[in-house]
């Protein structure tokens, strides 16, 4: 049998699954779109691996494995869905949950009081054993076996059948955890757990709790719909005519993949699956065309994600969180707003407009989609003002614009406005809403927003550009081929990761090398073990090291990078050093040289990386002028009716130009081109938008 060789990546959203397949030996890209299916996500991705195969004329014996990113985690948490949980806990912690922490979080204006939310478990549902270590790991008193074994039988006789456990400083020996979880399967043998020492080894008792609890409550939901989707695999591809395991990996939060089988049992990991394959696809496609700093803004049927991207590299925290929960794992930096292409627009009681978070999804979906939709969204107000096509993924979805008209009409009537001012204020608190989120990764951050290029994609992502550079004064904004594709191309783009993380708290000026060369190893093998289980050889592997540094007496740490080799002083010195810069970076000032301010280590991190081949971007052919691709014109809205001509990007090529008004249609995705506004489309076809003149900021 020939080698397999066909790549696929798919991408499943609220309104559509994404899927781009590479053939590794041609290098051929193709891309399509379906609609998801929500009570049944398998079957969107199925019929999406159809599709694809179809256009590259192949069946599913060629199919050398499949990257998914999905949004089973992170709709379970956003929903607030997180129910039959239980909570167990060292005796005298039981209200850990409750004290948390003081931090309100922001909210892009999307409530003018912050309450604090519900508990992940109630009270009523936690329970304490006996049993203590130290900071240190070393036993204070022993496990209370009997203690344990009564928390079982309480929460199997109640039927709770989903438990996190952590108990205090298990960080540092995970003895006493590992024996809580072998006496829960004894006496519950059909209860899933989740134990801190495996989720996350590193201090600070709220976050090690909550995202352990995280981690418990999504792992029945990802377990049951990987080894569903694993399952159906199955159907495309034989043997010697008999059904094979075709090779599955699903993304993480911290940029890399991992084989469905392992993934299962690290359901946290996925809790930004798609928003960060999205962002590493952006920035390969922004670092071929030469652009270094990046914001990218993945807008969808929901909502749009948006992160920042230097030199290549997304940024990272450990500081993230899905909707009400902290989730303290290595993630993409990534800040999602409720301004997808479904938002819903609404009136509130103070007649005001709003705009999201509620979503009409992809069933019904927008009014113009005349599925039964009652509230009018962003695409309505879009295709209404003539921004977009009467009609989706080249004609396979039309839409009513009058159904479009009536609902923007009677909300305009609430708010006492014509249905146009109506229609461009949902799309300006829109953009607003986006703007914000940006702000919020760079401005926050010490960033000069004023710096970056903007990369926009997913369906809806590009139909705010113009507005964005507006509002933030950006220098420009690249909309890639087949932006409505570039999350699963993502998924192609990355390689196999695991992060381990050990918590090793020291004064810089007493840490020995010895102690940390210990350390690093110890993680290396576990990155070593996950990596040969992932079937990559010894001459394959890759690992990174990192740790987590502050100035004695703060609450929070700088990451920085140590350098890989034997440990020595100066290696240790560096990294000290490397902290003193982007302390200053971060935060404007550091204490270098002052020998009353001490250094201290505080986290060691590893990452085992399992590269993959990366596929190769192409350049298009040269232009013959825009006129060329041009389709026609229609009447758009941008302050006033305009013509607006109209624009076939298939049909474009290196070189073209277009002034605006305009709209480009694609496929996948449709991009406005407000009046002052030019676009010019590159080497590698990415359409670059900037400001020819002054745009007045037409809205």
């Keep these: 049998m020939e080698p397999r060789k066909i790549r696929v990546g ?40 159809e599709k694809v195969l179809a256009k590259l004329g192949e069946s599913g014996d060629s199919i050398g494995a499949v990257s998914h990113g999905t949004t089973v985690a992170t709709n379970k948490l956003l929903e607030g869905k997180v129910e039959n949980l239980g909570f167990i806990t060292t005796e005298g912690y039981e209200h850990v949950l409750e004290i948390a922490r003081q931090s309100v979080p922001d909210g892009y204006g999307n409530s003018y009081f912050w309450v604090k939310p519900e508990r992940i478990v109630p009270a009523d549902r936690v329970r304490t054993v006996g049993g203590r270590l130290s900071f240190d790991g070393s036993e204070i008193r022993p496990l209370d076996e009997g203690s344990v074994r009564s928390a079982a039988q309480f929460f199997k006789d109640r039927g709770i059948r989903t438990i996190g456990v952590c108990l205090m400083h298990s960080y540092a020996d995970p003895t006493h955890e590992e024996r809580v979880r072998d006496i829960l399967f004894e006496v519950f043998p059909d209860a899933t757990v989740s134990i801190s020492s495996q989720v996350l080894r590193e201090y600070r008792e709220y976050e090690r709790s909550i995202t352990t609890l995280v981690d418990a409550a999504v792992k029945p939901n990802i377990r049951n719909y990987v080894n569903n989707i694993a399952n159906r695999l199955r159907e495309f591809s034989t043997t010697d005519g008999e059904p094979r395991d075709i090779p599955f990996y699903v993304m993480k939060s ?58 290549g590299e997304p940024a990272l925290t450990t500081e993230g969180r899905v909707g009400n929960y902290p989730s303290k794992i290595p993630m993409i930096d990534v800040v999602t707003v409720g301004a997808g292409g479904g938002s819903i627009a609404w009136m509130t009681p103070e007649h005001t407009l709003r705009v999201g978070p509620q979503s009409a999804g992809a069933d019904p979906g927008p009014l113009c989609y005349g599925k039964g939709g009652s509230e009018p969204t962003i695409t309505d107000a879009h295709v209404l003002l003539g921004r977009i096509p009467p009609h989706l993924l080249g004609g396979e979805i039309p839409l009513d614009t009058e159904l ?183 935060y404007g000032y550091d204490f270098r040289g002052d020998p009353s301010q001490h250094v201290e280590w505080v986290n060691l991190r590893v990452s085992g990386i399992g590269p993959i081949k990366r596929p190769t971007l192409k350049e298009i052919a040269a232009g013959n002028g825009a006129d060329t691709a041009r389709t026609g014109s229609r009447q758009s809205y941008f302050d006033s009716w305009v013509e607006t001509a109209t624009y076939d990007r298939t049909l474009l090529g290196a070189g073209d130009v277009i002034e605006g008004p305009a709209v480009i249609e694609e496929f996948s995705s449709t991009v406005p081109i407000h009046p002052g506004f030019s676009a010019r489309i590159d080497t590698f076809g990415n359409i670059r938008i900037s400001k020819s003149s002054d745009s007045n900021g037409v809205k």
């Design 10 to 49: 798919i991408d499943t959203g609220g309104t559509f699954t994404d899927i781009v397949a590479v053939d590794d030996e041609t290098g051929a890209i193709v891309t399509t779109k379906t609609p998801s299916t929500p009570a049944d996500p398998a079957e969107g991705f199925l019929a999406g691996i």
């Design 254 to 311: 911290n940029g890399g993949v991992l084989s469905a089988k392992e993934v299962v049992h690290q359901p946290i990991t996925t809790v930004l699956s798609g928003p960060a394959a999205g962002a590493l696809g952006a920035a390969l496609i922004a670092d071929a065309a030469g652009v270094e700093q990046v914001l990218t803004c993945d807008g969808g049927g929901t909502s749009t994600d948006v992160t920042v991207v230097v030199r």
């Design 404 to 586: 479009a008209r009536k609902g923007l009409e009677e909300l305009a009537a609430q708010l006492s406005l014509g249905y146009e001012e109506c229609a461009v204020g949902v799309l300006e608190v829109s953009a607003w809403n986006q703007a914000n989120a940006l702000r919020q990764i760079t401005v926050k951050r010490g960033l000069d927003v004023r710096d970056f290029t903007l990369v926009t994609f997913g369906g809806s992502g590009s139909l705010l550009a113009c507005r964005l550079v507006d509002i933030l004064g950006l220098k420009d904004v690249l909309v890639p081929l087949n932006p409505g594709n570039v999350s699963a191309f993502g998924l192609l783009t990355v390689d196999v990761r695991n992060d381990y993380v050990q918590t090793h708290v020291s004064r810089h000026d007493r840490l020995k090398a010895e102690d940390l060369q210990s350390q690093f190893d110890a993680l290396a093998g576990e990155a070593e073990i996950a990596l040969a289980e992932e079937g990559f050889d010894e001459t394959q592997r890759k690992y990174s090291r990192t740790a987590d540094l502050r100035y004695l007496g703060q609450a929070f740490e700088v990451r920085v990078p140590v350098a890989e080799g034997a440990v020595t002083a100066q290696i240790m010195d560096d990294a000290a050093e490397a902290f003193h810069q982007a302390h200053r970076e971060l």
